[in-house]
């Protein structure tokens, strides 16, 4: 419901939604981009890191091989080796040579030779339960170099109890002929392997890195315990790989990539294999996300509050404008100025401001005609009664008083006939103040008259004001107020004073002491005046808005009112409109 009654709700939101959905959109797409950027560059780096592994792994082969030639080196064991037959001595120094070998490397576990001719096998090894595994047939020796012999045979890997050891079989070939005198066996241990290998992984994070040989893809090192690793479809399966790539998988049921190195040393296939788990590559894009989410929502915030300003800045005027339209609709011309705005709005303001000033324009000639009517009609009124016969009455009475010496009965007869002969006098709407105020004076004898000494009144008014030109009736009507409603109706005892200053305005005060206007009668009095409403003769004559609005359409703008009121204390009516206008019909 907000939605739809809200032009500035629906304007916020619609802000919103224009930038809110680019940035959603925005921030899936850029992570997304982030994701596979960040996957390729971890990919490429850990290809990198494990190229360096490979090679590391490939010295420590090509150690072991050296240690397999070491029997060369020695011309007295090469002929011990040769001889048809051993005797006692020269085994026992064949032993000790393999003994020395053994120790020579702190790496194996075993090291065996095995003659060819005789069969006899020499091992050193650091368990008497692995000399027992390690036996091997003399059918099992190639008799000729490569004869029956291939790089399976060369390299396999052995479970030793719980842990996994690199046979390396190397045949020892009596150059320059091509016959074999035996074989020479090295059992390495997974030492060295491991400090090649594992620093190429965070188990920490997840990762983990395995080593394998051979085309069978056997596992010489794994940095995780009985690992299980699955690839996603055939096409992802070892057979398929590359020099180097990765393929997506499950190690142990957790999400992953597993980034593969293959290489060779001499005809034994390598194969390097590292698992990144998913979170570690999406860890990355979403800590990117993550800092571009908190830039966009600072910079969200600065654009809802741009938004709301700008919404606010439409809306504003637009409302000012419904809030003139409802004052004018009750009769309130007064709108309230525009902001002065040069765009669209602006124009609309100023146009309903011209508008609602012709109609002002309008209403007042219209209400001038229903004024002249109403004057009219009291004219009518007036005519009824013959204007000489009154006078000739009221001078009757007055000489029947003084002739029974009723001087006080004489003297408010002639004030009652002079206020006849001045309400009655149809020939002019203006008069000078002076007349005015005589007939005020007047009618304040008759009233002080019948309130004996309970009213008292002053008068203040200067000489060189005596002469201005002023509308008709507008003291009478504020003094009968005064009398009727603040004195009679308070404590029936009062004073009152007109007071008349002139400046560059002409200022009028009628002040009293008696009961007040109550704030709610104001208010009605202020909103009545606002809507131009109208108000027939009352009790006290032509009444309090009568005179306003007469003031008001003979001087426009210029005049001014004010009411303020403290019961019992002071009530005053000021009415201030210039001088220096002229009013058509003065005498």
Known sequence: MLYKKSLFFKLLVDILIAVVLPFALSNLISYKMTSDSVEEQVIALNQNTMEIGMDNMKRYLTNLNRLSVAFYNDQTLMKYLRAKETAPFQMLYITDKVSNLYNSYSELKAVRYVSA?????????????????????????????????????????????????????????????????????LYAGQKEISEIIRPLSDGHRGEAVFLHIQKQFKLLYASSLEPAMEFDGPESQPEHWGARGYVNGQLDGRKGVFVYVQGQYQDLPLSLVKFVPADIINGAAERTLNFTLVLQLIALFFLILLASILSYRTI??????????????????????????????????????????????????????????????????????NPHFLYNTLQSIGTMALRHRADDISDKIADLGAIMRYSMDLKSETVRLQQEIEHIEHYLSLQTGRFKNKLSYTLSCPSEALSISVPKMILQPLVENSIIHGIEKGTGTGTLHISIELGRDLVIRVMDNGKGIEPEVLERIRLSYDKRQLQGPDEGGIGLLNVLHRLHLSYGPDFEWDISSMPYAATVITLRFPVEVSIAGGE
């Open 117 to 185: 001719g005789s069969g006899q096998t020499y091992l050193n090894s650091h368990s008497a339960l692995l000399e027992l595994s390690l036996k091997l047939s003399p059918s099992e020796i190639p008799k000729k170099e490569g004869e029956n012999w291939d790089i399976n045979r060369g390299y396999e890997v052995l479970m030793l109890g719980e842990e996994r050891v690199l046979a390396f079989h190397k045949p020892l070939v009596d150059y320059p002929k091509p016959d074999v005198l035996g074989l020479v066996s």
């Open 316 to 385: 504003v005027p637009i409302k000012r404008l419904l809030r003139n339209i409802v004052q004018l609709e009750s009769g309130n011309f007064r709108v309230r100025e525009t902001s002065g705005r040069m765009d669209e709005i602006g124009v609309l303001e100023q146009r309903f401001q011209t508008m609602v000033g012709r109609l002002d324009d309008l209403i007042n000639n219209e209400y001038r005609s229903r004024l002249e009517l109403t004057t009219a009609r009291l004219k009518m009124l007036q005519a009824q009664i």
